[in-house]
């Protein structure tokens, strides 16, 4: 499995970008997903996962109410929607995959999962 990040950019605080992870995979609708994101001299922390079917989704508390995260299973797509952008949502971002499970739930867990993307910066400056 290869995931393909794309998106990242500089944009002005309150902007908004819109990634896209691109699964290759010809399961992909079995896979939970997430995105990740490590800015300099941090640890990676999660910012938002999805189950397999998209019906359940986590947040962490410092994006919630202005990420967005879903997938288009026809198009082996994961996207994050980013609305008013602050300069500390400065990171590399990464998309993960790992398979689901019969639960149905999403992981939170870096460790939870098995494929990486390569990463896209996202630069939030003036």
């Known amino acids: 499995v290869q995931l393909v990040e794309s998106g990242g950019g500089l944009v002005q605080p309150g902007g908004s970008l819109r990634l896209s992870c691109a699964h290759s995979?010809?399961?992909?609708?079995?896979?939970?997903m997430g995105w990740f994101r490590q800015a300099p001299g941090k640890e990676r922390e999660v910012v938002t996962a999805?189950?397999?079917?998209?019906?359940?989704?986590y947040y962490a508390d410092s994006v919630k109410g202005r990420f967005t995260i879903d997938r288009d299973n026809a198009k082996n797509t994961v996207y994050l929607q980013m609305n008013s952008l602050k300069p500390e949502d400065t990171a590399v971002y990464y998309c993960?995959?790992?398979?689901?499970?019969?639960?149905?739930?999403?992981?939170?867990?870096?460790?939870?999962?098995?494929?990486w993307g390569q990463g896209t910066q996202v630069t939030v400056s003036s």
């Open positions: 999805i189950n397999w079917s998209g019906g359940s989704t």
């Open positions: 995979g010809r399961t992909f609708s079995s896979y939970a």
């Open positions: 993960a995959a790992r398979v689901g499970t019969y639960s149905g739930t999403y992981y939170r867990d870096q460790y939870d999962y098995t494929y």
